[in-house]
């Protein structure tokens, strides 16, 4: 998702390195984009990097690896606290970013607000920036509330479709339903 949301957004796919590992290969070979040897490689030639582990993973795969002054990273690893990830000298930032990173729709919220991560992630949306990790991790239920919206969009079309109308008609209603109730909490204090 976030790899199709950057390329979308026109980055360059030979000024992405991705890791050897998970789907790394495929998008390398659909994409043209360079893969590194491995995660030590992958930080020495790498002045942002993204860390998409599953939570559980993410503090040993940061590990050990030469980390630098000046560089940053940007975990992307749900319930997982900066001072969890041991990437010092490097600085750490915290991400959100939804599905929607996928068509440059994600709002990501964003802590600390590092100019250089916030360049980044607004390429896939939005961003939010917050000023705490407590806030930070209070703005992460949203992740849960997008898939129950998305979830509820589908189904509502899904029922519509079942009663005779187009199903790609109310599809389309359903969806800017969400974004005109979205637009209205965003732009209307009451």
């Given at each position: 998702t976030l790899v199709a949301g950057f390329l979308?957004?026109?980055f360059d796919p030979q000024a992405l390195l991705l890791s050897?590992?998970?789907k790394a290969r495929d998008l390398s070979a659909r994409h043209g984009i360079p893969l590194a040897a491995d995660n030590a490689d992958?930080?020495?030639?790498s002045s942002i990097v993204i860390l998409t582990t599953r939570p559980v993973d993410a503090p040993a795969a940061v590990a050990g690896l030469p980390w630098r002054e000046g560089q940053i990273v940007i975990s992307a690893c749900a319930g997982v606290p900066l001072s969890r990830l041991a990437v010092q000298p490097a600085q750490g930032v915290r991400a959100m970013p939804l599905t929607a990173a996928e068509i440059g729709?994600?709002?990501t919220v964003c802590f600390p607000p590092l100019q250089e991560a916030v360049a980044v992630l607004e390429r896939l949306g939005p961003v939010i920036l917050l000023g705490g990790e407590d806030e930070f991790e209070a703005a992460?239920?949203?992740?849960a509330v997008y898939g129950w919206a998305l979830?509820?969009?589908r189904r509502s079309a899904e029922w519509m479709a079942g009663k005779g109308p187009d199903a790609q008609a109310v599809r389309q209603l359903?969806?800017?339903t969400f974004t005109a109730a979205g637009r209205m909490i965003a732009e209307k204090p009451d």
């Open positions: 979308r957004s026109g050897p590992r998970g992958l930080v020495a030639r729709a994600s709002p992460t239920v949203n992740a979830s509820l969009i359903a969806a800017l």
